[in-house]
């Protein structure tokens, strides 16, 4: 039979464990965290350098005398893949400054713009990319918008302004990322002057979703600009 002064301190003992393995928990999340995403973005890098790690192994084995996937080390085989990678993109990014880089894309581009699936993935994603690179309400991309209830303001992006058949009102489509991945999100159509528009930059707006609004400015602007009023007739 159990004693009395036994059950009391099993009943102390178990909140505490349960508090510490929470305190322990939050304690290691942001390094959790860190690591998926750092794990997430590498794998890919890596992922896509291997086909490169294979090339670069047929060019080096008559060097080598040997294999080069079967000298290296898993470990040295996924950071020579991400730097293949990196070396890649970093070339990708300086022909397309120059206007001879330009032309060789241009030209690499021509044939995909003609295969009606591909063409459709393809261009739809290069419009949101390039929609990403400029700002088309006057500067400022990161807005408020009245989301999911008129009492409620989710961050978005906006990246695009289009007008309302027959009145001619400007719209935005503005992209509303979900916390803590902001790859996912919903698509709004939003009268511009509903719109609450603030100063953040990209970086200050993936920040706050990534860490669910735990970093953020101390003061944001919550309602939108009254509009201006109409102009008396005179006479």
């Known amino acids: 039979m159990t004693q009395p002064g036994a059950a009391a301190e099993s009943a102390k003992v178990k909140p505490h464990l349960l508090r510490y393995i929470a305190i322990g928990l939050m304690t290691v999340a942001p390094v959790w965290v860190t690591w998926l995403v750092f794990d997430f973005v590498f794998g890919l890098l890596a992922k896509a350098g291997s086909p490169l790690v294979g090339l670069l192994d047929a060019l080096l084995q008559p060097v080598l005398g040997g294999a080069l996937n079967q000298q290296l080390h898993p470990v040295s085989h996924y950071l020579l893949a991400t730097l293949l990678t990196l070396a890649v993109l970093y070339g990708i990014g300086w022909m397309a400054s120059i206007v001879i880089g330009r032309r060789i894309i241009a030209a690499f581009e021509a044939p995909l713009a003609r295969l009606p699936v591909v063409q459709t993935i393809y261009g739809a994603t290069k419009r949101f990319i390039q929609s990403m690179q400029t700002s ?69 707006a993936m920040a706050f979703v990534m860490t669910g609004g735990a970093n953020s400015p101390d003061t944001v602007r919550f309602t939108a600009p009254a509009p201006p009023p109409a102009a008396g007739r005179s006479g």
């Open 136 to 204: 088309p309400l006057q500067g400022q991309r990161v807005v408020l918008i009245a989301f999911p209830s008129p009492e409620m303001k989710a961050l978005g992006l906006v990246t695009r302004i289009i007008e309302e058949e027959g009145t001619g009102r400007q719209l935005a489509a503005v992209y509303v990322p979900t916390a803590p991945n902001p790859t996912s999100g919903y698509i709004e159509i939003v009268p511009v002057e509903e719109l609450v528009t603030t100063d953040w930059s990209m970086e200050e």
